[in-house]
């Protein structure tokens, strides 16, 4: 019998992960696509890829790369060979165990076409999906299993969020004489009890998330530029979108400050994953 780990396709049901690592990641400014820029010795897709593998959750990763990116295309096989090495190495895995299908594909110009792109490339009998952001590369393993979790007890579709800690404020532009005072004017404050903060990876029903992104398929530039998750689209459909804990240390990676804190969280004494929040 073949005892060696296969990469084919499984037989049964399949959670796939998409992992969207395809942004330019303008507001970092590193110079270069922020799936590659140097985190805690690494980079941080390998960080987020890693997680998403420590899950254990995935019979598919599917990432979304910026097109013709060579050294993402080069980092995704060092991490398919990573994985494959990592399970021949596991004395106690059983006959059969299947390591992830990682499948890479090219990004498109705005979060929700990766996604898309990626859910193209999904493998057959695929019936659940998380979608990670790349940029939340420290993602620790609780969260992705609190996400399946609710997706097994029947969600269609689960978003992990964290309480708000600042009070927050509706605003507009000032107009008139108070454009002289200051450029914005205070219009309301939301109760805090009822805000979250909402992080990756979200999970969904493969049929919901492809019914969600259907629709947004048809949005103007206008509408399109206005989604920032996917969950927002499930949402529209009028689905239940259900939310568990998620994790003070899954920070997108969006600012020089977060790297900063990022490689913090990684010097850590017990490393970012195993530090609840
Ligand atoms: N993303 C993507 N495809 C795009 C845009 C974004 O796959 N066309 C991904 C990013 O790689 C990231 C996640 O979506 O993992 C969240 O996006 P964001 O944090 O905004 O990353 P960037 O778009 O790279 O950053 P910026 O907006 O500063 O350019
Ligand atoms: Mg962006």
């Known amino acids: ?16 992960v998409i992992v969207v690592a395809a942004g330019s990641g303008q507001r970092l400014g590193y110079g270069v696509a922020k799936a590659k820029v140097p985190l805690g010795g690494d980079t941080i897709l390998m960080h987020a890829l890693r997680g998403v593998a420590a899950a254990g959750i995935a019979q598919q990763i599917c990432i979304a790369i910026p097109p013709g990116d060579a050294d993402l295309q080069g980092l995704c096989a060092a991490f398919t060979r990573e994985l494959a090495d990592g399970l021949a190495r596991t004395a106690e895995s059983p006959y059969g165990v299947q390591i992830p299908v990682v499948t890479v594909v090219d990004g498109g110009a705005n979060r929700a076409d990766s996604v898309r792109a990626a859910m193209a490339a999904l493998l057959p009998h695929t019936e659940a999906v998380l979608v990670h952001d790349a940029a939340r590369a420290l993602a620790p393993e609780a969260v992705f ?22 009070t927050v404020k509706t605003v507009e532009p000032t ?38 992104h259907e629709a947004a398929a048809e949005f103007d530039a206008d509408q399109a530029a206005l ?23 899954s920070l997108k990676i969006t600012t020089p400050l977060d790297l900063i804190l990022a490689e913090g969280l990684l010097e850590g004494p017990l490393g970012a994953r195993w530090v609840e929040g």
Not at 145 to 166: E, K, N, Q, Y
């Open 1 to 16: 019998m073949d005892t060696a780990p296969t990469n084919s396709s499984p037989a049964g049901p399949v959670t796939a």
């Open 145 to 166: 299993h609190r996400v399946a979790a609710a997706l097994g007890a029947g969600a269609s579709a689960v978003i992990p969020v964290i309480p708000v800690v600042d």
């Open 175 to 212: 107009t008139g004489d108070g454009v002289a005072v200051a450029p914005e004017l205070v219009t309301g404050t939301a109760p805090r009890e009822g805000l979250r903060a909402v992080q990756t990876p979200q999970g969904f029903t493969f049929a919901i998330l492809k019914r969600a």
């Open 227 to 249: 989604v920032t998750d996917d969950a927002m689209l499930v949402e529209l459909l009028g689905v239940p979108v259900h939310a568990v804990r998620g994790a003070s240390q």
